[in-house]
């Protein structure tokens, strides 16, 4: 009788502690079972071995909790598109996941492009992870881009697998809202219009949810992710309002990779990107979207400085000043072949699946 008892009283404990958003309140759980574990102990002779089993199956659940509680969160936002180092990126952040190193909580899509959408599912299925909400612009841009390989991805996803994003507004709204305050990191490797928009709609959603804004793009006269398409007023208003830490990044240019994609499946969407974006073989290109997301993710704890003293500026006049806190830009602290090994084995990995 006290064996079922002791399980009864040991389960709770243990899914109300794992289930608390706050691991002080899970302390308080472990402290409490503990104290409900010893007094039935002491009772019956036969609960002893379960008690041991249930705790070291509580400590074990703590553990991965404390653990977790380092994942970093992740929004994609990406123009993937035109260049292919935004596929690169995604199978960064699908590796990073697969390390416990990340959770994406989303890809939102900034370009305007008929197969973009399908293409990044078929690359979320290829890293088991088809479930990954995907938003888009549902605004207009001037002269959508092209695209060498998003055709070729949106086809190998099944034929019977529908596909539907997200407005943009409504996936940050909800997204943000069930997340923790401070926990949401946004890397944006393309165009700034959708968090415009968000800035517009919920500044105080942003300013309670994102920790910070990882902005790829050049720290003064950018002539790429901040001005194209008509966007550059789009891209003052980010930099000028954002309310959290906003950390740019334009570091990547001289970073070939790719190569290694070749050893890795034909079915593989990130290969047939890049070797659709290199006409037929498969070539090293440059990283500045891998580098965002490693920058979002691994911080300044990793492998890059948050660093100030340099006045950033955009191409239509507008400054501001970099302080190395609230507006800050990345600046690498290991050597170029130490990236590119990194990424390049990042991009390679096998999903978890297989
Ligand atoms: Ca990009």
């Not at 990406?78 to 390390?99: F, K, P, Q, S």
């Not at 390989?149 to 997204?175: G, N, P, R, W």
Request: with cysteine; proline share 2%; hydrophobic share 45%.
């Amino acid at each position: 009788m006290f064996a079922e008892l002791l399980l009864t009283v040991a389960i709770v404990g243990l899914y109300d502690g794992c289930s608390n958003s706050s691991l002080d309140a899970a302390l308080i759980h472990l402290r409490s079972t503990a104290r409900s574990l010893n007094y039935f102990v002491r009772h019956d002779a036969r609960s002893i071995s379960i008690a041991y089993g249930l705790t070291i199956a509580f400590l074990l659940v703590f553990t991965i909790r404390i653990s977790s509680a380092h994942i970093v969160n992740v929004i994609l936002e990406t123009d993937m598109t035109l260049d292919v180092d935004d596929v690169g990126a995604l199978a960064v952040v699908h590796a990073l996941a697969d390390r416990n190193e990340a959770r994406l909580l989303g890809v939102s899509f900034n370009e305007i492009h008929p197969d973009g959408v399908r293409a990044i599912t078929a690359i979320n299925a290829w890293y088991d992870r088809i479930e990954t909400p995907i938003a888009q612009f549902t605004g207009t841009l001037q002269n959508p881009d092209e695209s060498r390989y998003l055709s070729y991805l949106a086809k190998m996803l099944d034929e019977s697998i529908h596909v539907e994003a997200l407005d943009a507004m409504d996936f940050y709204e909800e997204t943000l809202s069930s997340q923790q305050d401070q926990s949401v990191t946004i890397v944006s490797l393309g165009f700034l219009n959708n968090l415009a928009d968000l800035l517009r709609k919920h500044p105080s959603l942003v300013k309670q949810k994102v920790r910070r804004l990882i902005a790829m793009g050049g720290k003064v006269n950018d002539n790429f992710n901040f001005v194209r398409h008509g966007l550059v007023d789009e891209s003052q208003f980010v930099i000028a309002r954002w309310p959290t830490q906003l950390v740019v990044t334009d570091f990547g240019g001289d970073l070939y990779t790719g190569v290694s994609l070749s050893s890795t499946s034909t079915n593989n969407p990130v290969r047939e990107a890049y070797f659709r974006w290199f006409d037929g073989s498969i070539k090293g290109r440059s990283s500045w979207d891998q580098i965002a997301v490693l920058v979002g993710v691994r911080g300044e704890a990793g492998d890059f400085d948050f660093v100030g003293d340099l006045t950033g500026r955009l191409q239509n006049g507008f400054t501001w000043q970099f302080d190395g806190k609230h507006r800050a830009y990345a600046r690498p602290t290991k050597s170029r072949d130490f990236y590119i090994k990194e990424i390049e084995a990042l991009m390679s990995i096998e999903p978890r699946a297989y």
